[in-house]
């Protein structure tokens, strides 16, 4: 039994406390944490196709739905999912790296990787964690925030009404121009895929889907979800560099 455990076991006046923090609850809350992740992130591909409008609308279409959610239940609700995302984020980081410790912890002498029944995903999730991480960063400063990175300068940007407006479709064009930042934006792609499969799977087997009966439906789910978020979000760094966006 994990230490954290058996530390909970002596005391269990508070048993949804104890579960919370019991490797169980841990896991529950990893596995949901990273599926609404999943979900955000699914979600706001969608949201990034209205780019394609652009070849009839100039680009419209993004910007309308850019402004809309930055206005929605106004302007609290884009903070409500910002601050949701930042509390899984902190719970996730947290279950993950506990359930990392007490698996260290529990670990014989002679411990050979090899021996270990996991995806390739699976064991590299805590290093394309850190590539997302930094990702993240780059991608909120360069499209969200409207500071460009690799040119250190904001960029199509304007005042309405004595607030500061940024272009969601100028800055993803000009944005993807630049072959580094599209470079840099397909490795976080294919990182993402493996944390979108991860994801999916992991959730599936959270909630008692984990079934010879069921393992292969999952398996199509999880591989078809992952690959259709990296191959729409690969789509628009390509979509630019070729010309049809611009």
């Known amino acids: 039994m994990p230490v954290l455990d058996m530390t909970l076991a002596r005391d269990r006046k508070f048993p949804f ?10 896991k529950l809350i990893m596995a949901t944490t990273g599926f609404a992740f999943v979900l955000f992130v699914t979600g706001h591909m969608v949201g990034n196709l209205t780019a394609y409008f652009a070849i009839w609308d100039g680009g419209a279409a ?8 930055q206005g929605f239940g106004h302007g609290m609700a884009v903070w409500a999912v910002r601050f949701g995302l ?17 698996n260290w912890a529990a670990r014989p002498k002679g411990y050979n990787k090899q021996k270990l029944q996991a995806t390739w995903a699976s064991r590299s999730m805590r290093y394309t964690a850190v590539i997302l ?4 960063v780059f991608h909120l400063l360069h499209l969200t925030v409207g500071w460009s990175v690799i040119d250190a300068e904001f960029i199509h940007k304007k005042t309405v009404d004595g607030v500061l407006v940024v272009s969601a479709y100028e800055n993803l064009v000009s944005g993807f121009q630049n072959p580094l930042y599209s470079l840099i934006y397909i490795i976080a792609m294919f990182c993402l895929g493996l944390h979108v499969w991860h994801g999916v799977w992991s959730f599936s087997q ?3 889907l984990s079934h010879p009966r069921y393992d292969a439906y999952r398996r199509w789910a999880a591989t078809l979800w992952a690959m259709g978020v990296v191959a729409v979000n690969v789509s628009f760094p390509l979509a630019v560099l070729s010309g049809i966006l611009k």
């Open 17 to 26: 406390l104890w579960f919370f923090f019991s490797s169980v609850g841990r």
């Open 62 to 69: 993004m910007n309308a739905y850019a402004a809309f959610l």
């Open 86 to 102: 930042l509390g899984c984020l902190a719970l996730h980081v947290w279950a993950a790296l506990t359930l990392t410790l007490d």
């Open 133 to 136: 991480g930094l990702f993240v």
């Open 206 to 208: 959270t909630i008692g």
